[in-house]
């Protein structure tokens, strides 16, 4: 594998990273693989930024598995496909004799990372794991970068021109089965996108509806 370096910022050289990419690699389709990538790189590139200390290895491992709960060998039937790829990282790790602590930071990032206001306030490794996707999917902090490195950061992991519509289908297609895990975050609104006749929990009907 060939390690690109973006402003001192690399994809760890380390036995872990290896197993990492190369699992994700076999498991994910190109188009999350490369996401993946990119999230990595715009989170660290942003955590170099805001002059915060965090385990490269760690991110990377919660920016390579963050999706993995969209893919079929990984999805439950019941559980956010946030939380999906929280227990995949989790059971690697723990394969690989990772302290619990840090298996847990990793847990959590994933987790959080379609949740908007809190992970920013929390853990490096969990505040930029969620930057990071945020900035390749939904381009906030956009210019916090130099040209030259989204253009670095896409050579190495390419971005192709129909990312935008790309991601939402991989979004749809890998949580569809389950519409009622999409509660209370923003995949409800994924599924509104692609197909009307889904109608995700309401949480005041739940109010209204409940026993008291």
Same mark, same amino acid.
């Given at each position: @594998?060939?390690?690109?370096?973006?402003? #001192?910022?690399?994809?760890?050289?380390?036995?872990? !990273?290896?197993?990492?990419?190369?699992?994700?690699?076999?498991?994910?389709?190109?188009?999350?693989?490369?996401?993946? *990538?990119?999230?990595?790189?715009?989170?660290?590139?942003?955590?170099?930024?805001?002059?915060?200390? /965090?385990?490269?290895?760690?991110?990377?491992? #919660?920016? @390579? /598995?963050?999706? @993995?709960?969209?893919?079929?060998?990984?999805?439950?039937?019941?559980?956010? /496909?946030?939380?999906?790829?929280?227990?995949?990282?989790?059971?690697?790790?723990?394969?690989? #004799?990772?302290?619990?602590?840090?298996?847990?930071?990793?847990?959590?990032?994933? !987790?959080?990372? =379609? =949740?908007?206001?809190?992970?920013?306030?929390?853990?490096?490794?969990?505040?930029?794991?969620?930057?990071?996707?945020?900035?390749?999917?939904?381009?906030?902090?956009?210019?916090?970068?130099?040209?030259?490195?989204?253009?670095? $950061?896409?050579?190495?992991?390419?971005?192709?021109?129909? &990312?935008?519509?790309?991601?939402?289908?991989? &979004?749809?297609?890998?949580?569809?089965?389950?519409?009622?895990?999409?509660?209370?975050? $923003?995949?409800?609104?994924?599924?509104?996108?692609?197909?009307?006749?889904?109608?995700?929990?309401? /949480?005041? *009907? $739940?109010?209204?509806?409940?026993?008291?």
């Amino acid at each position: @594998m060939t390690i690109t370096t973006i402003e #001192g910022i690399s994809i760890p050289d380390t036995k872990l !990273a290896h197993e990492v990419t190369e699992l994700v690699r076999d498991t994910e389709s190109p188009l999350l693989f490369n996401h993946s *990538s990119r999230v990595y790189y715009f989170a660290a590139l942003a955590g170099k930024r805001r002059g915060l200390k /965090f385990d490269p290895e760690l991110l990377y491992a #919660g920016a @390579m /598995f963050h999706d @993995m709960g969209l893919t079929h060998q990984h999805s439950s039937q019941t559980e956010r /496909f946030e939380v999906d790829g929280a227990n995949t990282a989790r059971d690697f790790l723990r394969s690989r #004799g990772i302290a619990q602590s840090d298996i847990d930071t990793v847990w959590t990032a994933i !987790a959080l990372h =379609t =949740t908007p206001g809190i992970p920013e306030h929390m853990h490096p490794v969990v505040a930029l794991l969620t930057a990071g996707v945020e900035m390749d999917v939904l381009g906030l902090g956009y210019s916090g970068f130099t040209v030259a490195e989204r253009e670095a $950061v896409v050579e190495a992991h390419p971005r192709p021109a129909t &990312f935008k519509e790309d991601i939402i289908q991989a &979004f749809y297609d890998g949580i569809k089965h389950k519409p009622e895990t999409t509660f209370g975050n $923003v995949k409800a609104d994924v599924l509104a996108d692609k197909d009307p006749h889904i109608h995700p929990i309401n /949480f005041c *009907s $739940v109010i209204r509806g409940s026993a008291w």
